[in-house]
Nanobody, 119 residues
Framework: QVQLVESGGGLVQPGGSLRLSCAASGSIFSIAVMGWHRQAPGKQRGLVANMTAGESTNYADSVKGRFTISRDTTKNTVYLQMNSLKPEDTAVYYC?????????????WGQGTQVTVSS
């Protein structure tokens, strides 16, 4: 089993910044992908950004140039630096990891952290 602990959400004014963190622990041989998805009220959950083991990154078009994903492999932690936040970024942000246990690949999700952008 793998546990994900998220932190860093909160309330911020438009134009402000937040940094999300997600630490993975447990039965981890290697991590193939770490990333963030988000779900706003009444909308489907969708990709925000992710990073592969080879450090390739993918971003949703709506966050390109404003959000930056990074990871600390020594801590199995992924970060999402969010700048120039907009009200439409308001959502629950979920950490996601694809882990190789040495036997199989498995997907895990964090519990979610609320990000609210409002004046």
């Amino acid at each position: 089993q793998v546990q994900l602990v998220e932190s860093g959400g909160g309330l911020v004014q438009p134009g402000g910044s937040l940094r999300l963190s997600c630490a993975a622990s447990g039965s981890i041989f290697s991590i193939a992908v770490m990333g963030w998805h988000r779900q706003a009220p009444g909308k489907q959950r969708g990709l925000v950004a992710n990073m592969t083991a080879g450090e390739s990154t993918n971003y949703a078009d709506s966050v390109k140039g404003r959000f930056t994903i990074s990871r600390d492999t020594t801590k199995n932690t992924v970060y999402l630096q969010m700048n120039s936040l907009k009200p439409e970024d308001t959502a629950v942000y979920y950490c996601y990891v694809k882990v190789y246990s040495g036997i199989r690949y498995s997907d895990y999700w964090g519990q979610g952290t609320q990000v609210t952008v409002s004046s």
